[in-house]
Each structure stands twice: as structure tokens, then as C-alpha cells.
């Protein structure tokens, strides 16, 4: 902006001073021709600002001119040479960087995660592939390092200074230039390895890549939005309805609109909605083109009705989705905790077709609507409508870079391994060839950092639904770092067997889910086909199988008291 100003205020002395200087010139020496007076004109540009020989008196615009031109002068050297100083001293402080952040991108998302990032300590470079100068300049006076360049420069890994980087974060708008700018870096670093995470909006290319590219982490902004809107948006925890552990919960969600949100809120949902009283989650789809989104969905994931009862309904009209929600609504037992996702191609819509719907049908204390920012959201005082909260805030490392989820799912995994390792020890000092040979061929019994993306994915589903296990034992509190251990243990300690028996199927529906959105199918054990014979309901299992899920429910208090011994309460 300053620079605008600057080049601005140039340009206005320059055509001032031309037209004072023409003008002066021509009143001075009427007879003389055009010519004349603009090469009078350009002369007073000079430092001696014009030299007048006449002793007749001087036009007062030539006298203007005289004076103004000259400053105009020497203001246009000065800019040229802050220019010149400032372009070569930002190319030195790019050239002295070390240990920086490379973030690829200046769309809002990514500079908000650089922004975060910068917060937390961090050097950050941006590069920017096609957002132009104007982006350029407004990063630096945010405090960033941004360059201007080609994606397919030669000099890219120079520029980026990617010997001397910690980390890169490639998040442009295009799931496939990212793809492939990750893979330049990756044969752009030459020496030792470096993370590279990328953003993938896409679902499906973002599992192709986490299974084919273990130096790759690669994220999708809108799973991480699920994630956390799952989390904090529980759906079998309302507030104003109490738990009960005996009853059987009826828990169903209504999505409108069909988009990379929605999407992916029903993947984090099949993957993590199981809970205690409920068999499946009953989700309902209302969108335009219902037939062949619902082929899309089956194509992506063949096994979804395994974990999720899923319906999905046509709507050609905006106009029209409010009257299916409310039929939707009538038909829903009275017992039935609804949760409806009200999405929309502009956040307008998603007001006003709310409020159609709150017109029309009494929403109780056992429903509830969340629906995008919008200036219109912003008046709504209903407590059963709840705003989601605008796309920056989900920018961050925790969320985007899975800081905070792989802290409990590392955990999570920690735990298994020194568990299965003891297991190992038993076998061997027992010379259990057939337990020692199945433990060893394990593919997950490795350390964390060695495990595939695809089995990081797997334990990060596990922490997900660590909430949700705390909240089946009645505890209020479902964070693992803060929760009073004594409550922890009193509430697994009252387990009696039935309930035991709820518990436990849950986990084995959360495992058998995981298992089936990721491509999984029942058969005998054959990892590398994606095969296990454990992909059948809890009561089919046997007991020994059975002891196992049994296991997880009494085991989540060593597990958190694991967590709190690596991960301090602040």
C-alpha cells in the first residue's frame, strides 16, 4: 500500500510539473513551436531546475514548474533507490534464512496457517506460484518471507532455499499442482529427508497419496474440518438431554447439498460415529442429482452401509429441501437425537431454509441445526441453531498438521506396541512358535515414526473416538490431558458385565469401521489383500476376539494415565 502511495505521488509531480512546465513555456514564447516548449519542459527536470534568459517576468505556472519538476527528480531517484535497497535486502534475508517453514500458496487458508505458524516461532517463507505482487507485498508487511515464482522454475529448490528448510507445507487451490510440487521438493532435497505435507481437497486422491507416498503427509482441509466439528458438535451428546446407559439411542443426521464438507462430515462420521446404545447411525443425503451421488458415494466407498445406515434423497430445488427436512422430521421417533447439517451453495440459503424450518416444525431439545457463517447468522439467537465457525479458524498446526490428534494417536499407538512386544517376550520365553511368528508379521508392530500413513490414519480414528468412550462411561470431561484420573477409575470400576458387553461392541464397530472405509473386506487374515476375519458383528466373534475389545474398555485407564505422563496438563 505504501509502495501505491509512493509511485502515485510520483507520477502525479511528473504530469504536474509537465503541464505547469508546457503551460509556463507557451505563455513565455507564444511563437515558439510544441517542440520547443517540451524540450524547455524536460529540462527543467535537470537539478538546476531550468535556466530562463528573458528578464520579462516569469508565468507563475513556470515558476511552479521550475521548483516542482527538479523535486520531482530527485523524489523519483530516491524511490528508485528504495526499491533498489529494499528488493536486495529482502533477497538477503532470503538468502541468510535457516531452519524455515516453506508454506507454497497465498489463498487465505494457507497464509492463516503461516500466520500461526509465525506465531508459534517459526520462520516462514511463502512462495507464490500465481498470486502476483500485490499478495507478494502484502506478505512481507505481514512479516513473511514470499517470493514470486514459477512452479516450474528451474531455480525453485534454490529460491525456496530447501537445504536449509524444516519443513514444507504445499497449499495451493490445485489438489495437482500440489502433487506435484511435493514431488519436486522431494527430488529437490538431495541430503537427509524433510516433511512435506499437502493439502488434497480431493478424498480420493488424498487416501491414494497417504497409501503411495509415505514421505508425503497428506491432509484434506475439509476432513480436519470434520473432525473438529464432530468433536465439538457431538452427535449422541446434546446438552440439555441426559444420558442414559440403558435405553438404546436413536441418533440420526440430516446433510443437505452435496460438496467436499459434506463429504467429508459423512466419512468422519462413518469412521467415528459409534456409540454405546446405537448400532448405526441413521444418516439422510438431501441433494440434487441423488442417483448419482449416491453411485459416487458406493464407487469411493463400496462399504459404507456396513457403518452407517444411509439414505439418500433427490431435491432439484433450494426451495424444496426444508419440506423434505420436515417430513424428515415428523417421521423421527420421539426419542430420536437429530442433528442436521444444513449446508448450501451460498450460506444465504442455509439461513433462510433454517428458518423455514424452525417456522414450520417445533424444534425440541433433542434436534439441532448447524449452519454456515453468514451476515444473516449473525442476528440468529436460537439455541438449537448453531453457527459453524468461518474456514480461518480451522487453519492452524493442530488441526490442518494433526499436531494435536497424533499426540493422543502416537499415544494411542505406544501403548499397543509395548503391550504386544511384552506379548512377543511371553511367546518367546514360552516357545510359542506360532504366536511369535503371527506378532512378528504384524504389519502395525512397529515403531510410530515407521509406520504407513494409512496405519497413522488408523490410530488417529482411535483418538477421535476417545471422546466418545469417555462420554459412554458418564464423564464430562473428554479430554485425556485434563481429566481427573479418580473419575476415570471410579467410572470403569462400576462396569458390570452387560454393560461391559455394550462397551465392548462399540469398540469393535469403531474397529470393524475403520477397517471398512478404508478398503478392508471380511475374509481370512491377509493384510497386504485387505482381508480379516473379524469384520463380522461383535456377537459373532469369539470370546477370545471378544476379550480383546474387552481389553480396550479397561485399558483406557492406563492409557490415559500414559497421556498425562507424556503430555502435561497447562
Keep these: 500500500m505504501a509502495k501505491n502511495i509512493k509511485t502515485l505521488t510520483f507520477c502525479l509531480g511528473l504530469i504536474l510539473s509537465l503541464g505547469l512546465g508546457m503551460h509556463g513555456w507557451n505563455q513565455l514564447y507564444p511563437a515558439s513551436p510544441f517542440t520547443n516548449h517540451l524540450y524547455l519542459t524536460i529540462q527543467l527536470f535537470t537539478l538546476e531546475s531550468g535556466h530562463v534568459d528573458d528578464s520579462s517576468v516569469i508565468p507563475l505556472s513556470l515558476e ?3 521548483y516542482l519538476a527538479p523535486l520531482t527528480t530527485a523524489s523519483g531517484i530516491l524511490l528508485a533507490l528504495h526499491q533498489f535497497l529494499l528488493i536486495e535486502g529482502r533477497n538477503a534475508k532470503r538468502k541468510m ?3 524455515h517453514i516453506i508454506i507454497v500458496g497465498g489463498n487465505e487458508r494457507a497464509l492463516t496457517l503461516g500466520r500461526d505458524l509465525k506465531a508459534a516461532g517459526s520462520k516462514v517463507m511463502i512462495l507464490l506460484t500465481t498470486e502476483g505482487s500485490n499478495v507478494a507485498e502484502y506478505c512481507w508487511n505481514e512479516g513473511f518471507i514470499a517470493v514470486e515464482v514459477s512452479e516450474s522454475a528451474q531455480n525453485l529448490i534454490e529460491i525456496a532455499r530447501l537445504k536449509h528448510a524444516s519443513r514444507v507445507i ?7 499442482t500440489n502433487l506435484k510440487l511435493a514431488l519436486t521438493f522431494k527430488a529437490g532435497r538431495k541430503e537427509g529427508n524433510i516433511p512435506i505435507a499437502i493439502n488434497l481437497d480431493s478424498e480420493e486422491l488424498c487416501h491414494t497419496v497417504q497409501n503411495q507416498y509415505d514421505f508425503i503427509y497428506a491432509f484434506n482441509y475439509y476432513r480436519c474440518v470434520s473432525r473438529v466439528l464432530l468433536s465439538q458438535y457431538p452427535l449422541e451428546a446434546f446438552p440439555e438431554v441426559a444420558s442414559c446407559s440403558d435405553e438404546d439411542t436413536d441418533i440420526r443426521l440430516i446433510i443437505t447439498h452435496w460438496d467436499l464438507l459434506s463429504k467429508a462430515f459423512l466419512y468422519q462420521v462413518a469412521k467415528v460415529g459409534h456409540y454405546k446404545n446405537c448400532q448405526k447411525v441413521k444418516v439422510y443425503l438431501v441433494c440434487d442429482q441423488a442417483e448419482l451421488v449416491n ?6 466407498y463400496p462399504n459404507i452401509r456396513h457403518c452407517i445406515d444411509l ?3 433427490e ?6 429441501i426444508p419440506n423434505i427436512i420436515i417430513q424428515l422430521l415428523h417421521s423421527f421417533p420421539d426419542n ?10 451460498a450460506p444465504e440459503d442455509s439461513f433462510a431454509g433454517s428458518a423455514r424450518v424452525k417456522e414450520k416444525c417445533a424444534l425440541g431439545h433433542r434436534t439441532r441445526m448447524l449452519i454456515p457463517q453468514s451476515p444473516l447468522s ?3 439467537g436460537e439455541k438449537h441453531l448453531l453457527i459453524l465457525p468461518e474456514s480461518t479458524v480451522f487453519c492452524n498446526a493442530s488441526i490442518l498438521l494433526n499436531d494435536s490428534i497424533d499426540m493422543l494417536a502416537s499415544t494411542i499407538h505406544a501403548n499397543w506396541y509395548k503391550a504386544t512386544g511384552k506379548r512377543l517376550n511371553e511367546a518367546q520365553e514360552s516357545n510359542d512358535e506360532n504366536t511369535i511368528q503371527r506378532l512378528h508379521q504384524n504389519p502395525y508392530f512397529k515403531p510410530w515414526d515407521k509406520l504407513k500413513n494409512a496405519q497413522k490414519e488408523e490410530n488417529r480414528a482411535a483418538a477421535d473416538h476417545m471422546a466418545v468412550k469417555l462420554r459412554s462411561l458418564g464423564l464430562k470431561e473428554t479430554d485425556p490431558v485434563n481429566l481427573e484420573l479418580v473419575h476415570l477409575e471410579r467410572a470403569v470400576d462400576s462396569i458390570d458385565e452387560a454393560q461391559m458387553e455394550i462397551l465392548s461392541g462399540m469398540e469393535h464397530r469403531r474397529w470393524s469401521a475403520v477397517k471398512w472405509m478404508t478398503g478392508w473386506e471380511l475374509g481370512a487374515r491377509d493384510d497386504t489383500a485387505k482381508k480379516h476375519p473379524d469384520l463380522i458383528s461383535y456377537d459373532d466373534l469369539s470370546d477370545a476376539t471378544k476379550q480383546y475389545d474387552r481389553d480396550q474398555v479397561r485399558g483406557i485407564i492406563d492409557l490415559v494415565k500414559k497421556i498425562q505422563s507424556a503430555y502435561p496438563s497447562s
Design 64 to 66: 511552479l514548474a521550475r
Design 336 to 345: 430420536a437425537l437429530t442433528t442436521i447439517l444444513y449446508l448450501s451453495d
Design 295 to 300: 453411485e459416487l458415494i458406493t464407487t469411493a
Design 378 to 380: 449473525n442476528s440468529a
Design 315 to 320: 431435491s432439484r430445488n433450494q426451495e424444496l
Design 311 to 313: 439414505e439418500v434423497r
Design 97 to 99: 534464512l535457516k531452519n
Design 170 to 176: 504445499v497449499f495451493t487451490e490445485d489438489d495437482y
